[in-house]
């Protein structure tokens, strides 16, 4: 578990400012939920916390230990992404290996890992598979196995279930609300679905234009909803 702060956080591309300076403070374990409308600048925090992105100004600090100019390996981080980006040549298996490989760690430890990380996704039965043989739902908890495969402090989803029907969606928000109590894992989730930020987030984030609008418990966001750009985030009646 470990904390996330930023402090005077800021990106732009060019004369485009998408992150204007912004301070946010998560504390280890919590479920954070980033909501807001497409373009906002959800993925480039999330891309800046986990040093995919360098930021134009501003310090990252990740339980306390500042990582601002780490590399993204090193942070203690691990991202889900909507596209889950698996090598389609490798099992399921290899898939969830593979940062453990990158990292060179010894055999037993990679095959002990693997087990624990398909076991907490429900993956055991499909571990020699392919991509292409799995279905939506399934690609998606191998991503996600892959990301906690090297037992991250924090993991970072950018709109995980947004590729996923209905009636998977919501069985994968049941499964991220068990992995987080089954981890106690500092999570940072985007979405825009009003449902999973309602049910999944200690607090939530609500952005809006390059900057945070409001933060708060879903249930004091959806009373007090400060702006009529939060209410609509949130689907609060404003
Ligand atoms: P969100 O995830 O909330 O939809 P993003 O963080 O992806 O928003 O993007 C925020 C803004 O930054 C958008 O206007 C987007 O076009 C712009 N943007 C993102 N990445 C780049 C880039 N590499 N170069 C220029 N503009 C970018
Ligand atoms: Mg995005």
Redesign the pocket.
């Known amino acids: 578990m470990a904390s996330v702060v930023v402090e005077g956080l800021s990106k732009h591309?060019?004369s485009?400012i998408?992150l204007q300076p912004t301070d946010l403070s998560i504390e280890a374990g919590e479920f954070v939920v980033i909501v807001?409308?497409?373009?906002?600048?959800?993925?480039?925090?999330l891309?800046l916390i986990a040093g995919l992105e360098t930021p134009s100004s501003g310090c990252i600090r990740v339980d306390g230990r500042d990582v601002t100019d780490a590399a993204p390996a090193s942070r203690g981080l691990a991202m889900v992404f909507q596209s889950y980006a698996l090598y389609p040549h490798l099992t399921v298996a290899e898939n969830i290996a593979f940062p453990l490989r990158v990292a060179r760690r010894p055999k037993a430890e990679v095959e002990a890992r693997v087990a624990a990380a398909a076991g907490a996704l429900d993956l055991t039965a499909l571990l020699s598979r392919r991509p292409r043989a799995l279905s939506g739902g399934q690609r998606q908890r191998v991503s996600i196995a892959r990301a906690i495969v090297r037992e991250p402090s924090v993991l970072l989803l950018?709109e995980p279930l947004s590729n996923l029907d209905a009636e998977l969606r919501v069985r994968m928000r049941h499964e991220f609300a068990r992995l987080h109590a089954q981890l106690g894992i500092t999570m940072i989730y985007?979405t825009h679905d009003q449902l999973e930020a309602m049910t999944l987030a200690n607090r939530i984030v609500v952005?809006g234009a390059?900057r945070i609008e409001q933060v708060g418990e879903p249930i004091a966001l959806y009373e007090r909803p400060a702006t009529l750009a939060v209410a609509r985030a949130i689907g609060s009646p404003g």
């Open positions: 591309f060019g485009t998408v807001g409308p497409s373009g906002c600048g959800k993925s480039t925090l891309r950018d985007v952005m390059g």
